[in-house]
Every structure is written in C-alpha cells, then in structure tokens.
C-alpha cells in the first residue's frame, strides 16, 4: 500500500536487476575469450541475446499499459521492473559491446540504447519529483477550477470599467492573454501575453500590440492611471482594477506553473518512446548485419 | 351535478389506461386531471428521452399501446388511444375532495364544482401538486410551476421563488439570456447541494442574478404602465419592494399526495413516508368502492399501472379475471413439489411463516413475484459467509441449517427465517447457510424487504427482535444458548443517531454499552483543545465498554458518521451477558487493550486526525470499497480513466482530477460502495444490486434511464450515458488510424438511449479494479473505510 514505483513490494525488481548484473559482470570478468572481449564470443551471443530479449520486453510495456483487461501483474510492477531492468540493460549492453565502439550500424543501437535509458533515467525523476509540487502549486483546486476562476476575474474587470478607455484596456488585456501554446510555451511557463493600450493611456506607443508577459503592462498602466486622477469615480474603478489583474496574475502564475509541470512530467515521454522504436529499427539492423554480413 | 358509474382521477398511465378501457366497454365515466395535460410525471422528462417498457416479461393489458420508445412517440400513442376510445378526459380538474359512499360518491374540485361517481379509481402517483404561490396573483396566466426547457425563454424578466435545488437550476438556466432574479424566503440557500450552492452563490455575486433575501410574495398585480407584464409585490424586512416583471416560475415543492389521499378515507399502516395504502387483491382500498393502482399503491412501473387500470375496471364489472402477471407466477412456481394451483400456493406460502401474517394478499403477490421460490438440494449454499448478499430466506418446507462450531448444527425449520443481519447492516453474511433435507425457500431481495419493513409494522418488530438476539448471541455469547438471552433481548433498546451526532461525549457519565447495527462512528478525544479522530467503528463493532468496565465516566466522544442505529446495552445486560460467558471478560479486556494502542497512535498524530475527519467528511465513512489517489505519487496520466473507461463500454465512471484533496490524499469522483447505498433507494426497476464481493452495480438491461439514482447519488458518481459505439481493437487502430484508440470514444447515428452508469468496481474482472491495476505509478488505491486508520499511520507514520 502506498509505494512508489521504486519500492514497489520491497524493490523485488532491484534485487533481480542486481543479480543479472552480478551474474553478468563476474561472468565478464571470469571469461578470457580468445583477443578481446566482443559480442561474437559465447559470452557476447549470450548477453546480447539477453539485452535483445530485455529491449523487447521493455517495450511491451507500452502494450500493457493499454492492455486493461489484462490480469497479468499490475502496470505498476510492470513499471517498476521496467526501471529497474532498464537500468540493468545499460550494463549487460555494455559488457555485450565489450567496450569496442566505432562510427558503425552497431554503435548506433548502443547510443540509441543508452539515450533512450537516460531519457527514461530523467522520467523517473521527474515522476517522483512533480506530483509534489504540482499539488503544492495547485493547493486544492483544479486546472479546471483555476480557468473558471479566470473567467469569473475577467467578468468582473469588464463589469467594472467605467469609461471607454478602461474598457478598451480590459478588453485589449483579456483577448491578448494566451495560456499554454506551443511546447517550448508551455516548458518555459511563459503564455505570450500581448496587448495594446489605448491612445490617452500611452500615446507613445500608438496603440500598437506589445508584449503584456506576466500581466505586468496592464497593471504598470493601471498603476499610471491612478497616478494620474486624483479621485472620482474612474480612480475607485482603476483601484479595483489594480486588484483585480494583481489577482489575476496569481492566478495566471499558478495555472502557467501547472500547465508547465503537466508539459515537463509529458515531454520526456515525447523522446524516450520514439527513440525507443529508433533501437529496436536500429537493434534489428544490428542483428541482420551480425548474421548475414559478418 | 353530473353522475358517471367510474370516475378515474388522475391521468397517469394507470388513469388513462383505467379510463381507456371503461370507454372501450362503453361505461358512463370520466377522467379527472388537475393539470391541463396527461401523464404529468412522463411530461416532464426531457426531451427525446428513451423511456422503457419493464418488466419486459410482463405482458401489456390496456386499451393503450405502450412500446419503448421516445417520450414524445409514447406520448402520441396514449393521445391516440384516448381519441379512439373516446375517453371522457376533463382537464384542468383538480380534486380537493370526496365525500359519500360506495354507489353515490360526490367529488369536490378546486374550481367548486361537483362530479359524482359510483365507483373511484385513485391513480394520482406519488409526486404530488406543485405547491401554489400564497399571494393574490397566483394563478394568473405567466405565474408557472415547472419548467421544460429553459431554451424556450429569451429576453424576460423572470422571477424564480424557491431556494431549493430546483429554483437554482430553473434560475441558472434561465440566466444567460433573461434578467433573473431569485426570492428566497431566508437569509441562506440552506436546502441545496452543494453544486448548486456554489453555482447560485456565484451567479448571485458575478450580478447574472438578483437575489431577494428574506423577501415573502405579498401580490402579483398587472402593470398598467406596459413597462412589464406584471408587478411583483415582494414584502422583505424594509418594507414592500414592487418588481416588474414578466413571468414567475415558483418551485416550492410538491405537497405529498398521502394528506389528500387521507382526507379521501384511505388508512396507511404507519408514519413511515414509504408506507403504502392497505389495499385487496383487486385493488380496493379500506373505503369500498375507491380503488388505488400505479405507484401510490406501490406500483411504480409504467406497464404495471396501465395493467392494474385495466384489471381495476374488470373488477368493477365484477369480472374477476386473473391479474396479467398470472403467467409470470405459473413460471415462477415450476419445479416447485406442491400440486396445487397459484392461488393455492400462494396462500400456503403466506401461511408458512409469522413473519408474512400481516401482509396483505396484494402486497403478498407482489412480494412473491420479487422473490425467488426454489427447492434446493440438501447441501447447497444458501447464502456464504464473508459475501455481500443482502437477501432474505423464509424456509417453507423442510430445513436448512448453519454449521456452529463446538456446538454443532442449528436448524431453520419451517416459517424460520434468516438473513436479517446484512440486510439490516448492509455488511457482509456473518454465517454460511446450507440446505437441509426437502428443502423450500423464499428468497427476497433486499429492495422488496425494505419495502415491507416500511409498511408492514409487525415485520419490522419481529425482524428486530431477531436481528438483536442473534447479534448479541453471535458478538458476545456464542456458546449461550438462545432462550438464556431471551431477558437480556428484552431489555435492549434500538437508538437511532442523525449523522454527526454525538452519541455520548468525553467526560459525561454513562455505562451503556453500544453494538453498532447500521452506520458506523468515530471516536474523538479532546488533545490540546483540538479534536483528534481516533478511531473508525463499523458495523459490528461495539463501544462504551470502558464505561462498564471502568468508573462509570467516558473517555472518548463517539460520534455518528451516517445515520447509525445501535443495540444499546444496559450495564446489567452487560454484566449479564459476561456471567453467561465466561471468556467475554478476558475477550473485552483484549479488545480495549487493542483500541487503546491505535487511539494512542492516532493520538500521536493529530494530523493523522485531521486527515480521518477530512475523509469521513467526505462521506467516505459509509463507504465500503473507496478509490483514493495518491497525490505524491499520481503523474496526472488519466491512465485510470481510460482503463475504466475500456473497460465498461466506453463511458469512465470515474473523474480523477475533479474531487477534494487533504495531506496530499485526493477523493476523486468516484463511488464508494455505500453500505446503504442511496441510489438503490428509488429505482423503480429495481435495476441496482449489490455483488457477493460488495460492488453497487446497475444491471444495464434493467435500468430504464429514470435518472432517479443519479439524483438520489449524494457524491454525484452517477451519470446517465449514451453507450458509444464499438471500437477497432489496438492492432487494427494502430495500422490504420481508423476509429477511436484507446480512451476516445464516438457515437453511432441516431444513438438516444441513456442509461444510469456507475462505477462497479469491475466486479467481473477476477484482477480487480481496472484503475488501481492501470495505474503506472502505484497513485491509484482501494480501500475499505477500516484501512484509514493504516492510511494515516503510512502518511504520518510513527
């Protein structure tokens, strides 16, 4: 109850990566093949045909995890073998190498092979890193809930600008606010807020599109506006204005933080599967060239 | 004063098909509607709604057609029926009384005049007349009590009165393309659900609605100036308030049919509001010549009631013909060792058991049409210990027994009965039953039971008595036996606690000791002028036994998580029972010894304690098989959902990011299997079961799309579904893109049926939950509300 992946029933998988790498390394270290150790001795056939066997396998857990009817084990000791296995193959594909590499089809698989579990190395640890801190960021609401929240902000903004020009500004900072985007938007937790500002707030910027990142534009020319009046009725609705933008930006913060730990705790997955399918292409080539063109 | 020989009142299907049929025998008779419409109840589903034709076995006998279909195509098909059976329907007829006899009956309608009538026939259902507006104005034309379709309104000024779910609804629908405002009597919208709650205090503070509190409607008056259709006088604490406006809609609920239906002369066996009116097998009431069939007399099933109209009618005319359902009991009683007719059996059945005394034929016919009556092979398991089943046996003939062990065998002969214990608890069979020689049995479900219980009192009194003896025999005496305990039972009583109550507090005197029957609580100690939850009691459990045992002073505050009934124990009973046992004492001082560790664990960790209260405040307490997501643990993949989704038709039961979270544990909307579960409570087809491992089910053939569960659902894990259409199988969809993969989902054309869905905690997949199995990180957990204490302790571990 309540394990993660790595402790999953008291790290069982551990303890079997640890022992085929035990079994592999002392086999390595026993075995004086005739020159140098390499993939083409007993020794080698043996530990590439078991890495080969491991790659596929890993690769089954894709197929697992879709597989919900399936009474075989749980997806989540499918995981956890699968990261510690994973780790495992990092060794039995080395001592399989014999450590000789060169600019060959061979290298590749080796290279896709170890990206692939350095990526996966990234995933785990984004995986017991982020949950945390996405649930701090959101303190118990939803993105959902965090979106509607928005909506409700922006409403009253609307209800309160009193003039025309306050009005144009809302309307202007509430239509140029952007949440999510592209990938590199949603990684970096920066939206490409713009917005223009009307001729008697800044005629200096002839009501060209600027940037608005991080709301700061909309309350900086708020906060200008205040300056200016001095009271009336246009002041009480800058000032709730003021309040309302500073509340949205908290807001925006802490839904571009989630959407930016959803991204982060996504991406890798973005490399690590389709490089995955890269070595097994790669580890079939390898095999073909190992037996008809040695 | 016109005279008829029939009057039919009320234009349900059961009123229609009574009145269709009297038409079609060319009888003098008239059908009396309230409302300027038939079938009220069937007018308010929504639109297009797929309504069914359950039970399917039952053949339909009525004038009338009745297939399933669309609301508006069954609908149509009465409306034909009646025009070419020239029913005499008189709309726009409310009844406000009945005064004469058998033979010369004189019916009082609101408008003033009289109808009279020989014979009545009562089909006026459950729901009730829509409470009117207490002001001058009332039945003016744009003063309405329901609404259909708030699409239909455009650019009004609408007033809603009511402060119930049903105003809010009416109000927030209404509010995107009206100016709405709402007329709440107090100064809170205590009645609503939460959802709603949160929507009209929302709607009210974003200005989409007005709201006038404490504000009572003093007159509707006509505005002269055009400005609005009407001027609403409201009177609120500063005085008078007029509002234009151009419609009201008033939702102050229905006032339940039983008053009027009592002023009639109906008698009803008790106060229970499920109490059902005593009626003959052919359906007449207490007053001869009044007859009462469809729901109100506890027949809620659309093909039921137009059955029972037609038969009613015959049986006006003195034709004593057999009920429709006549075929379905010669099916029932095949393979049964009595070579007698239905009649007969029926009667040798009601004679059988004590327990059936005060049972009604009608009622009984009913009861034994739910029930299953079978011969069972010597040795056969009639119910298992540890399994979820919750149905009740009465043995007819011969015997069945359960095996005690050190005492030997004990015996259920004829009339005996067994099963009261999960069917009052809802927990698990605390005993397996086997079948002896010859034996015959009456199985009931759980949903005719309850049924009886509610409107049979001696039921009730002698399952209780039961239930008490062999509680207390099972829990504290086992080797005693049953006739020694016979003063003990006597002097038990049966305490009911509303949730959150407190049933004893710290500190107070007291020396009764309480064995939890329904419900379960939780054990609170003041620490550091905080309260600490430490421990959760479900059924089964006992408490108050340091108070016995001790100085006569509580150490703890129990509390009722849910409604909770308890056995209570005086501490001469207790004591009683200990002489009699000589091992309870020994057993008691173990189990004290037992709780005391875990409460001071839990004592350890107030924010353990926090954590038990934010789960039991979420209802978790009358859960038994719970979904928790670990939020240190959950990456957000939704892979729960699709596994739930792929593995029941298409539809998730469950929403993973929705739902409360505290210390990191998050309840998502999902079921939880309640003891008592509160969406069995009114589902007329009976279409929801409990499986032998716990899991609440909705049996998907059954389920007539009512909505009535999802309603009733108080943690809205409910939800009414189209079923998508069929989907390519992975290899296929990953060769050619085609269809939806896995967790999308698409309709076919012209798919309407919805049917209720739920979580069923894939009873059938021998893995268990697809969603704890699905998912990758281990977040995904189920837990039965006794793992808390466990939950906190590897949350907070000491």
Redesign the interface.
């Known amino acids: 109850?309540?394990?993660?992946?790595l402790n999953?029933k008291r790290a069982r998988y551990l303890w079997v990566a640890l022992a085929l790498s035990i079994v592999s390394i002392a086999a390595y270290w026993w075995h004086q093949p005739v020159g140098l150790p390499n993939g083409g001795t007993w020794l080698g056939y043996t530990l590439g045909t078991v890495g080969a066997m491991l790659i596929v396998w890993l690769l089954l857990l894709g197929?697992r995890?879709?597989?919900?009817?399936?009474?075989m084990g749980?997806?989540?000791g499918?995981?956890s073998a699968h990261v510690y296995l994973g780790t495992a193959l990092l060794l039995v594909g080395t001592l399989h190498a014999g450590f000789q590499f060169g600019a060959n089809v061979h290298t590749l698989a080796y290279v896709l092979m170890v990206v692939v579990i350095v990526s996966g190395f990234f995933g785990i640890f984004?995986?017991m890193r982020?949950?945390?801190l996405?649930?701090y960021n959101r303190s118990?609401d939803?993105?959902?809930g965090l979106l509607e929240k928005i909506h409700?902000v922006d409403?009253?903004s609307r209800?309160i600008a009193n003039t025309p020009n306050l009005s144009r500004l809302v309307e202007s900072a509430i239509d140029g606010c952007q949440i999510g985007g592209s990938w590199w938007q949603q990684l970096s937790g920066s939206g490409r807020s713009i917005m223009s500002v009307p001729f008697a707030m800044d005629p200096d910027a002839q009501e060209k599109a600027q940037s608005n990142k991080d709301h700061k534009l909309v309350i900086d020319v708020l906060a200008n506006r205040l300056s200016q009046l001095g009271g009336g009725e246009e002041a009480g609705a800058v000032t709730s204005l003021l309040a309302n933008f500073a509340a949205k930006q908290t807001l925006l913060r802490r839904i571009r933080r989630d959407v930016q730990i959803?991204a982060i705790?996504k991406i890798w997955l973005y490399f690590h599967v389709p490089l995955s399918f890269g070595l097994l292409a790669a580890l079939i080539a390898h095999v073909v060239v190992v037996f008809f063109y040695w | 004063m016109e005279r008829f020989d029939i009057a039919v009142i009320g234009s349900g299907p059961g009123g229609m098909s009574a009145a269709a049929h009297a038409a079609e025998l060319g009888l003098s008779h008239v059908l009396l509607e309230g409302s300027p419409k038939h079938s009220n109840t069937i007018q308010k589903y929504q639109k297009g709604k797929h309504v069914m034709a359950t039970p399917t076995k039952l053949p339909l006998r009525s004038p009338l057609d009745f297939a399933e279909g669309t609301r508006e195509y069954i609908l149509d098909k009465w409306e034909e029926g009646m025009t070419s059976t020239n029913t005499n329907i008189q709309y726009g007829s409310e009844v406000t009384g009945i005064d004469g006899a058998k033979g010369d009956f004189t019916i009082t309608l609101a408008n003033g005049s009289k109808v009279g009538a020989k014979s009545i026939i009562l089909g006026i259902g459950v729901q009730g007349n829509p409470r009117k507006l207490p002001c001058p104005g009332a039945e003016l034309e744009h003063v309405q009590y329901q609404l259909d379709d708030p699409d239909e309104y455009n650019g009004e000024r609408i007033a809603i009165v009511g402060a119930g779910d049903a105003a809010i609804e009416n109000a927030v629908g209404l509010a995107g393309q009206n100016k709405v405002c709402i007329i709440n009597r107090r100064d809170e919208f205590a009645r609503a659900k939460q959802g709603n709650l949160d929507l009209i205090t929302?709607s009210i503070s974003?200005?989409k609605i007005e709201c006038f509190y404490e504000a009572n409607p003093a007159r509707i008056e006509e505005n002269p100036s055009d400005e609005s259709r009407y001027v609403f006088v409201l009177s609120t604490p500063t005085g008078e308030v007029p509002v234009p406006i151009d419609r009201i809609i008033a939702r102050l609920g229905a006032i339940p049919p039983r008053k009027l239906v009592e002023s009639f002369g109906i008698e009803f066996p008790n106060d229970s509001p499920a109490a059902l009116p005593e009626l003959s097998s052919q359906y007449e009431s207490n007053v001869p010549g009044m007859y009462v069939i469809g729901a109100l007399g506890g027949y809620p099933l659309i093909k039921q009631a137009m059955n029972q109209g037609y038969e009613v009618v015959e049986y006006i005319q003195g034709n004593d013909i057999e009920p429709a359902d006549h075929p379905l009991f010669v099916e029932a009683f095949d393979g049964l060792p009595y070579d007698k007719s239905v009649d007969e059996i029926l009667e040798y059945l009601q004679n059988s058991s004590p327990i059936y005394n005060g049972i009604n034929p009608l009622n009984f016919r009913e009861f034994i049409l739910d029930s299953k009556v079978s011969k069972r092979a010597p040795g056969d398991e009639l119910c298992v210990n540890g399994e979820f089943t919750n149905s009740f046996f009465v043995v007819i003939d011969g015997n069945a027994f359960v095996k005690l062990p050190g005492v030997g065998e004990f015996h259920f002969n004829r009339g005996d009965f067994f099963g009261e214990q999960s069917l009052i608890s809802g927990r698990r069979r605390t005993a397996t039953v086997y079948a002896g020689d010859d034996c015959v049995v009456v199985e009931t479900p759980r949903r005719s039971m309850v049924k009886l219980i509610n409107s049979v009192d001696s039921v009730k009194r002698v399952l209780d008595e039961a239930f008490i003896l062999r509680a207390l025999h099972s829990k504290f005496t086992p080797n005693t036996a049953h006739a020694e305990l016979a003063e003990v039972v006597a002097n038990t009583e049966l305490r009911t606690f509303d949730a959150n109550q407190d049933i004893y507090t710290e500190g107070e005197e007291g020396d009764e000791v309480h064995l939890i029957r329904i419900g379960s609580v939780t054990s609170v100690k003041q620490s550091n002028n905080k309260e600490v939850i430490t421990s959760y009691m479900p059924v089964g459990h006992y408490f108050g036994e340091t108070g016995v045992l001790g100085h006569g002073v509580r150490t703890d505050t129990v509390r009722a998580n849910v409604r909770t009934e308890t056995i209570c124990l005086s501490k001469d009973s207790f004591v009683t029972l200990m002489d009699k046992e000589p091992g309870l004492q020994n057993e008691i001082q173990s189990h004290i010894r037992d709780r005391l560790t875990v409460e001071a664990r839990m004592e350890a960790q107030p924010k353990g304690g926090e954590l038990m209260s934010f789960l039991m405040g979420e209802g978790l307490g009358e859960g038994t098989d719970v979904l928790l997501i670990?939020?240190?643990?959950?990456?957000?993949?939704d892979?729960c959902e699709?596994?739930c989704a792929?593995?029941h038709d298409g539809n998730s039961r469950l929403n993973r990011?929705?739902g409360?979270?505290?210390a990191?544990v998050h309840v998502p909307i999902s079921c939880r299997h309640c003891e008592h579960p509160h969406c069995m409570k009114d589902c007329p087809p009976d279409a929801i079961h409990r499986a032998s491992d716990g899991e609440v089910f909705i049996d998907q053939e059954a389920c007539i799309g009512c909505g009535n569960c999802v309603r009733n659902c108080p943690y809205d894990v409910i939800s009414l579904q189209k079923n998508p259409a069929p989907k390519p199988t992975?290899l296929h969809w990953l060769m050619t893109g085609k269809g939806p993969g896995?967790g999308g989902k698409e309709y076919a054309d012209g798919e309407t049926i919805k049917k209720a869905v739920k979580c069923d905690a894939c009873k059938d997949?021998?893995?268990g939950a697809?969603c704890?199995?699905?998912?990758?990180?281990?977040?995904a957990?189920r837990l039965n509300p006794k793992?808390f204490v466990?939950?906190v302790g590897?949350?907070f571990g000491s």
């Open positions: 109850m309540y394990q993660s992946i999953f197929m995890k879709r597989s919900y009817r399936s009474n749980t997806v989540q499918w995981t984004v995986y982020y949950p945390n996405m649930t118990g939803t993105l959902d409700k409403d009253r209800r959803r705790l | 929302s974003d200005g670990d939020e240190t643990l959950c990456v957000g993949c892979n699709k596994a792929e593995t990011e929705a409360a979270s505290f990191d992975l896995p997949n021998a893995g697809a704890v199995r699905a998912c990758p990180t281990g977040a957990m793992e466990d939950l590897s949350r």
